[in-house]
């Protein structure tokens, strides 16, 4: 499984469409979740969308992608809603129905990339009030491509998706296109409902929120070192890492095992020796976490991830693995009341997050010759985003960071320096 962005992907060259469906009217009223109504009431606009690109194992059948996608559609009810503004402003999400759609030709002029076109399709459709604002896209290679199999591409909108629903999408599909029967999955709107209902979270979880926030001056962490001028969002630089290989990452694995911990504290015990090497700070950043917190919802597709925050103090790996359980024990609580003194999550420029998936411990694995690609849109940004992705081909990073000289030469520096130690302690 490869990070990458829509800059960057390995998408062949060739005729490029896609299936556009198209809503009817709206319905019933469901609740918006707390991270929902922070991505949606930025308002609407193109990057805003995540995908997942594929390899078919064979030749495409329009037909029989329209009607898979069909009944992918209609087992994920967050795929059947689209937001709209009440005539007071407020936001709003309602269900719709949706048809089978059309294939439509997107031309690719003589010269421009596909994946540029590509990127054209997913700004405009895949957009917060886009109805609905996901799309299946098709790549089919042109004579003589050396490799003949056609891509597909799976995107939404943030506000519908995470990383893990997008595996459930191409599952499903693939599971439709070879005959099986799709039953409906618990709606994400559910999960948005049964956490509303949850009662307040215990007074500890709250102070310590407030301990890590007051610690970054009432705000969300920020990257430890400079970043140059980002009062306004900056194009951004994505660099994509291979750090460690297969032998690697078991090493490091092994390594963690020995400590007693796992290699989520061990990586954390690197960032936070580097930090403080670099920058005198303890290691403090966003640190999403899954909320797929009961079975029911391992199946479902929907915004599953929450914010919490990580601070480690201390680069032993047995104080790391206990702040990634605290980290973790604060995503297990509704955002909105506790950032509610704070107005809202408390953004600020030069946010840094920090973001963990061991593809193994899922429960959905694709074939690799499928040559799956995790895909991010491209954006300006002021802040600093890294995914770390454990599989069975070692331990990858993808940084978004904004351009300016210095946060290209301050995080350039951070990454070596945690390339370089997590290679040591790998040994």
Do not use: K
């Not at 929902?36 to 969308?49: A, I």
């Not at 960032?271 to 976490?289: E, G, I, Q």
């Not at 909320?291 to 929907?302: F, K, T």
């Amino acid at each position: 499984m490869r990070l990458t962005n829509v800059a960057q992907m390995a998408l062949p060259d060739g005729r490029v469409r896609s299936l556009a469906l198209a809503a009817d009217g709206a319905g019933a009223r469901l609740p918006v979740s707390f991270d929902q109504g922070r991505h949606v009431g930025e308002g609407d606009r193109p990057g805003s969308w995540m995908a997942l690109a594929l390899r078919l194992p064979g030749p495409a059948d329009e037909v029989a992608l329209a009607a898979a996608w069909a009944a992918v559609v209609a087992r994920h009810g967050t795929l059947r809603t689209v937001f709209s503004r009440d005539d007071a402003g407020a936001l709003v999400l309602e269900t719709a129905a949706l048809g089978t759609g059309e294939w439509i030709e997107h031309p690719v002029p003589h010269g421009r990339a596909t994946r540029e076109v590509l990127r054209d399709v997913l700004d405009a459709s895949c957009r917060p009030f886009s109805r609905p604002s996901h799309r299946l896209c098709l790549i089919e290679p042109g004579a003589g491509a050396p490799d003949p199999r056609p891509a597909l591409v799976i995107a939404a909108d943030h506000s519908h998706v995470d990383m893990w629903s997008v595996l459930v999408l191409a599952r499903d599909l693939f599971a439709a296109l070879d005959g099986a029967a799709l039953e409906p999955a618990p709606a994400f709107a559910e999960h948005t409902a049964v956490l509303a209902a949850m009662p307040p979270a215990p007074e500890a979880v709250t102070e310590r929120w407030r301990g890590i926030l007051d610690a970054e001056g009432g705000m969300m962490p920020v990257f430890p070192l400079g970043l140059g001028d980002v009062s306004e969002p900056r194009a951004e630089v994505v660099e994509v890492r291979d750090v460690l290989d297969a032998p690697g990452e078991a090493r490091l694995t092994r390594r963690a095992e020995a400590l007693g911990v796992r290699a989520i504290a061990l990586a954390m015990s690197v960032l936070a020796d580097v930090t403080r090497r670099l920058a005198d700070r303890p290691l403090r950043a966003v640190f999403p976490v899954h909320s797929r917190n009961e079975p029911r919802w391992h199946d479902a597709v929907g915004w599953f991830i929450t914010n919490a925050v990580i601070e480690c103090a201390d680069p032993d790996p047995g104080a790391c693995a206990v702040a990634v359980r605290e980290a973790i024990a604060l995503g297990s609580y509704p955002l909105a009341p506790i950032l509610a003194p704070y107005g809202g999550m408390p953004a600020t420029p030069g946010m840094f997050a920090i973001s963990w998936l061991d593809a193994r411990r899922m429960p959905i694995a694709l074939d690799p010759t499928l040559e799956a690609q995790y895909v991010s849109a491209v954006i300006r940004t002021d802040g600093v985003m890294i995914w770390f992705i454990a599989n069975d081909t070692g331990l990858h990073l993808r940084c978004r960071y904004p351009d300016t000289p210095e946060a290209r030469a301050n995080v350039g520096a951070w990454l070596d320096a945690i390339g370089a130690g997590l290679a040591a302690v790998a040994t």
